[in-house]
């Protein structure tokens, strides 16, 4: 079989392998044997073989997602199993909020800065250019906010810890790249169990923040070199990561990947993943990569 189709759902009335081997044939492709991965508590998923042509299966996930709360991750076959590498966004990605929206908040203005990020993220706006412009706007915001953001406002999404968890007992290598700052990402990568982490610098006088940012910014092309770099480092290539984001500066590193996985993204970057993550959480992406409920490793 040519490809592979991973679909996963938290809903208990969809039957998953009828579904799947029905959008294979609404593709003109034709389907091989399911192969279950978790049968509910919480989630159903499983696998697809088949063989259709390049253009039908492009269309094959979005006709899945379609079809109900369904998450689906469709590759050759060449690329689905176990990554050794797994490079991830942080910010909407592995924590539930944009950290540059919630520290503005402090200062009255996160509807303005929320407003720059999310364009940004929706690849509108050159990126490095609207992070200066945000991070100019928190000048004189005293360091003690980024601490109260961080305890007060800052969650990890749902399955961060199981994902690190299971991928690290079985081999993997995990890092934690984000458009972000390094004050976040340091705290965050202990939380969810990433063993490191890159960010850009938010500049302090001491007291409080300057409204600069440390040179040279970490955007779209520093991501995807940080997989690169990573995955030569373990002696690897590309195919053989794992790459999440949700945003337009993610792009990169995500076309550059083995698995490229949209977590709740924008359009630009779910229409260019290999899977999407939408409807159940962060353990999709290991279904996606084969393993089972069963081997899962709870963080």
Same mark, same amino acid.
């Given at each position: ?16 392998? !009828?579904?799947? $081997? ?23 998923? %499983? ?6 042509? !390049?253009?039908?299966?492009? &269309? ?12 689906? $991750? ?61 991070? $100019? ?6 360091? %003690? ?5 961080? &305890? ?27 458009? !972000? ?11 969810? !169990?990433?063993?490191?982490?890159? %960010? ?34 373990? %002696? ?48 999709? $992406? ?14």
């Amino acid at each position: 079989m040519d490809w592979v189709l991973v679909a996963v759902t938290g809903a208990a009335d969809i039957g998953l392998s !009828g579904l799947a $081997a029905s959008a294979v044939k609404t593709a003109g492709g034709e389907a091989g044997d399911w192969v279950s991965l978790a049968d509910g508590d919480p989630l159903n998923a %499983g696998f697809l073989p088949f063989t259709a042509s !390049g253009e039908g299966a492009t &269309e094959l996930r979005r006709a899945i997602e379609a079809a109900g709360p369904v998450d689906a $991750a469709v590759m050759p076959a060449a690329r689905f199993g176990r990554k050794r590498l797994l490079i991830s966004d942080m910010d909407s990605t592995i924590i539930g909020q944009e950290c540059i929206d919630e520290i503005a908040d402090a200062m009255g203005l996160k509807s303005k800065i929320s407003e720059i990020t999310e364009r940004a993220m929706r690849g509108e706006l050159d990126f490095e250019a609207a992070l200066t412009e945000r991070v $100019a706007m928190l000048k004189g915001l005293p360091l %003690g906010a980024l601490a109260s953001t961080l &305890e007060e406002r800052i969650t990890l999404n749902p399955g961060a810890r199981t994902l690190l968890a299971t991928m690290k007992a079985h081999g993997a290598r995990t890092l934690l790249v984000s458009g !972000g700052f390094t004050y976040f990402t340091a705290r965050v990568a202990e939380r969810a !169990g990433f063993e490191s982490h890159q %960010g850009n610098t938010l500049i302090d006088d001491g007291a409080a923040l300057t409204g600069e940012v440390g040179r040279p910014i970490l955007g779209r092309e520093a991501k995807r070199a940080a997989l690169l770099e990573a995955a030569s480092a373990l %002696g690897a290539g590309p195919e053989d990561a794992i790459a999440m984001g949700d945003g337009a500066n993610d792009l990169d590193m995500i076309r550059a990947s083995g698995l490229g996985v949209a977590y709740r993204a924008k359009p630009v970057v779910a229409a260019e993943a290999a899977g999407s993550i939408r409807h159940t959480d962060l353990t999709a $992406a290991l279904f996606f990569q084969g393993y089972k409920a069963s081997e899962f490793v709870p963080g």
